[in-house]
Nanobody, 126 residues
Framework: QVQLVESGGGLVQAGGSLRLSCAAS????????MGWFRQAPGKEREFVAA????????YSADSVKGRFTISRDNAKNTVYLQMNSLKPEDTALYYC???????????????????WGQGTQVTVSS
């Protein structure tokens, strides 16, 4: 079992930055690809960014490319999402997730992930 806890969310003005953290416990996440998703009120959960278990491969949604960076520190069992140049449309509940199966690949779809955190709220004011 893997337990994930997100932190680092908050209220920020447009153009500002936040760094989200996802701390894992129960089992090392170094064997899993990891991802960040977000969900705004009334909308479906959407993919934000993913990273391979080694950290060597990353992929981001077009809407955040160039602004958000995913990274991981396997020694600390933690995954990060650095968010710069935030926009009001980035406002959402942000979730960290671990792949359904251990392996080197990364994934961009919700069903590909099995372990989920409770989410951390990010609110960007205009």
């Amino acid at each position: 079992q893997v337990q994930l806890v997100e932190s680092g969310g908050g209220l920020v003005q447009a153009g500002g930055s936040l760094r989200l953290s996802c701390a894992a416990s129960g089992r090392t996440v170094s064997i899993y690809g990891m991802g960040w998703f977000r969900q705004a009120p009334g909308k479906e959960r959407e993919f934000v960014a993913a990273i391979s278990r080694s950290g060597g491969n990353t992929y981001s949604a077009d809407s955040v490319k160039g602004r958000f960076t995913i990274s991981r520190d396997n020694a600390k069992n933690t995954v990060y999402l650095q968010m710069n140049s935030l926009k009001p449309e980035d406002t959402a509940l942000y979730y960290c997730a671990a792949n359904r199966f251990p392996g080197p690949s990364i994934a961009t779809t919700v069903p590909s992930y099995y372990y989920w955190g409770q989410g951390t709220q990010v609110t960007v004011s205009s």
